[in-house]
């Protein structure tokens, strides 16, 4: 079994930062959908956050 590993909120605001840009907001709700992720936009783009490589993109 793998070792959790998590990913900075600088890596997921590029990944949404492109979305959003290339396709709108309703784009970015769209991908966490799909992904399964639970926190909203604005708390993935929190500073400070770190994101668990299961729930991110």
């Not at 709108?24 to 604005?42: F, M």
């Amino acid at each position: 079994m793998m070792e959790p590993r998590e990913t900075s909120s600088a890596t997921i605001s590029l990944i949404l930062g492109y979305v959003r840009a290339h396709r709108g907001d309703q784009a970015v709700h769209d991908v966490l959908a799909l992904a399964q992720v639970e926190l909203s936009p604005e708390q993935l783009l929190e500073p400070s956050s770190w994101v668990c490589v299961i729930n991110s993109l």
